[in-house]
């Protein structure tokens, strides 16, 4: 069917819905994200093409043996933690999953009762909607700009900053192998090489690259791989090397939250401004505003 056909069949239908419904459904068709499938662009595709990619190369909990501690620390957590990586499992995703048997929402708390509790998820990845947050809403354009993602795991900071800036030149800093191996493949098979580099590396033997960077993100870097004293040690490499005045820190949870028990000298106010930010750019009802609420951006003073 045509533009034209399309247009009239479209207005037809409208104009046979009763009156009394008419509001409520041209409500739904202003807010709704059923048509997501219509509308996205091709970066939108793309990026939902890597999470395929990725998926089948991972278990489904996204963690790797290699990852000892991190899976102890969620062990550990007062409720039954799952690891729910959000770019690679959408909510949509979860829900298909969870109709198959592969993944539940919920514990039992007695077991053979019908006493339940929501199971809790952590992510160490952005989902697709708070990239697009990120790079259309909290960065300026970063044209000429070297973005360092700290921690950058299965690189979705560095696809996302490929596809959705002008970035110069985006580089992420790994210490486990197995995640810049994956990182690697993805780069070589989306020809991402030409603004894409990962370096397998302690993000504390990279003072340069730090010192030169005009952004860098930080997403639950230290808290499920180091421990405390690890942890208070690289915080504070990253306040000593992260000076150059009037770059920009995006971090997840907040620095007063990551800092927070920790045994450091770090004083943020002569070191950073917290920059507000606006959490109401998508209207839509079905969007994670309490994940945007930990996206927080600081500039260097």
């Given at each position: 069917m045509e533009f034209r056909s399309a247009?009239?069949?479209?207005?037809?239908l409208l104009r046979a819905v009763a009156p009394a419904d008419l509001p409520v459904l041209l409500e739904w068709m202003r807010t709704t994200r059923d048509f997501d499938e219509f509308t996205q662009d091709n970066n939108d595709i793309m990026l939902k093409t890597i999470a395929e990619d990725l998926?089948?190369?991972?278990?489904?909990?996204?963690?790797?043996?290699?990852?000892?501690?991190?899976?102890?620390?969620?062990?550990?957590q007062p409720e039954p933690t799952i690891e729910v990586d959000a770019f690679l499992y959408d909510e949509d995703f979860i829900d298909s999953l969870c109709e198959e048997g592969k993944m539940s929402r919920n514990y039992c708390m007695v077991c053979g009762s019908h006493q339940t509790a929501p199971l809790g998820f952590v992510s160490h990845s952005f989902s697709?909607?708070?990239?697009?947050?990120?790079?259309?809403?909290?960065?300026?354009?970063?044209s000429g700009k070297v973005l360092v993602d700290v921690g950058s795991r299965l690189g979705t900071v560095l696809y996302g900053g490929y596809l959705y800036s002008s970035a110069l030149q985006l580089y992420g800093v790994e210490l486990n192998g197995d995640f810049c191996q994956l990182q690697e493949m993805?780069?070589?098979?989306?020809?991402?090489?030409?603004?894409?580099?990962?370096?397998?590396?302690?993000?504390?033997?990279?003072?340069?690259?730090?010192?030169?960077?005009?952004?860098?993100i930080m997403n639950n870097v230290f808290e499920y791989f180091l421990d405390e004293a690890e942890?208070?040690?690289?915080?504070?490499?990253?306040?000593?090397?992260?000076?150059?005045?009037?770059s920009l820190l995006v971090t997840v949870p907040s620095l007063e939250q990551s800092l927070s028990g920790l045994q450091v000298n770090i004083q943020l106010s002569p070191w950073v401004e917290h920059v507000p930010l606006n959490y109401n750019v998508y209207p839509e009802k079905d969007v994670d505003r309490e994940a945007l609420e930990q996206i927080h951006l600081y500039k260097i003073l």
């Open positions: 247009q009239r069949a479209i207005l037809q998926r089948n190369c991972l278990p489904l909990e996204t963690m790797l043996s290699s990852e000892h501690l991190a899976l102890q620390k969620i062990q550990q697709l909607m708070e990239l697009k947050f990120i790079y259309h809403h909290v960065l300026p354009d970063l993805i780069i070589k098979k989306y020809q991402f090489t030409d603004r894409i580099k990962v370096l397998h590396a302690d993000i504390c033997t990279q003072g340069s690259l730090l010192q030169n960077a005009d952004v860098i942890q208070g040690r690289a915080w504070e490499y990253i306040s000593h090397n992260v000076r150059k005045q009037g």
